[in-house]
T-cell receptor, first 116, second 114 residues
Framework: GAVVSQHPSRVICKSGTSVKIECRSLDFQATTMFWYRQFPKQSLMLMATSNEGSKATYEQGVEKDKFLINHASLTLSTLTVTSAHPEDSSFYIC????????????FGPGTRLTVL | AQSVTQLDSQVPVFEEAPVELRCNYSSSVSVYLFWYVQYPNQGLQLLLKYLSGSTLVKGINGFEAEFNKSQTSFHLRKPSVHISDTAEYFCAVSEGGSQGNLIFGKGTKLSVKP
């Protein structure tokens, strides 16, 4: 149980284009989803927290107009990187917390974004 | 503010040897503590967690960790490692009673050699 999927697993795009990454909780309802980014050989940094049906809460220094987060249902959250640039290249990981298991996050497998 | 320190960035060890990965945290309130493992190009998998109760927590793959409040530590141990344990290990903390907002350590790369 508590499986989280991400799509796509890898994406390469040109500078200036937008990329959408999906995060799905497959066998549970996620009241809260989290988006992290991880640079090579570094830890995960929380970008934003999203609750179903409400606006995401962004961490300090994360541009909300650049990283658009939508959490339209209890099983799906999307992260759209708008007007991507090479410095946005990173490993993006989502996680989800269940209704009852509020203390634990379950992580997706991550999406490797490369902006040329 | 909470913070997590993983003192060792890399830990090389031979197969079947014991291993301890260290984690210390700082927080002014009660905390939940977690260990996650990340295999190359994959997301994080929960190894174990401490929420309350017994300070010795057993997790998957033969790992265990002990919560020591006085030393603000949550070290991860395994008595005998396998090649397949080679991965990055992250310690994380969140404030007790809250949902999410995990603060991660910088990770420890465990390399198990034959």
């Amino acid at each position: 149980g508590a499986v989280v999927s991400q799509h796509p697993s890898r994406v390469i795009c040109k500078s200036g284009t937008s990329v959408k990454i999906e995060c799905r909780s497959l066998d549970f309802q996620a009241t809260t989803m989290f988006w992290y980014r991880q640079f090579p050989k570094q830890s995960l940094m929380l970008m934003a927290t999203s609750n179903e049906g409400s606006k995401a809460t962004y961490e300090q220094g994360v541009e909300k107009d650049k990283f658009l987060i939508n959490h339209a249902s209890l099983t799906l959250s999307t992260l759209t990187v708008t007007s991507a640039h090479p410095e946005d290249s990173s490993f993006y990981i989502c996680s989800a917390a269940t209704r009852t298991g509020r203390d634990t996050q379950y992580f997706g497998p991550g999406t490797r974004l490369t902006v040329l | 503010a909470q913070s997590v320190t993983q003192l060792d960035s890399q830990v090389p060890v031979f197969e079947e040897a014991p291993v301890e990965l260290r984690c210390n945290y700082s927080s002014s309130v009660s905390v939940y503590l977690f260990w996650y493992v990340q295999y190359p190009n994959q997301g994080l998998q929960l190894l174990l967690k401490y929420l309350s109760g017994s300070t010795l927590v057993k997790g998957i793959n033969g790992f265990e960790a002990e919560f020591n409040k006085s030393q603000t530590s949550f070290h991860l141990r395994k008595p005998s490692v396998h090649i397949s344990d080679t991965a990055e290990y992250f310690c994380a903390v969140s404030e007790g009673g809250s949902q999410g907002n995990l603060i991660f350590g910088k990770g420890t790369k465990l390399s198990v050699k034959p």
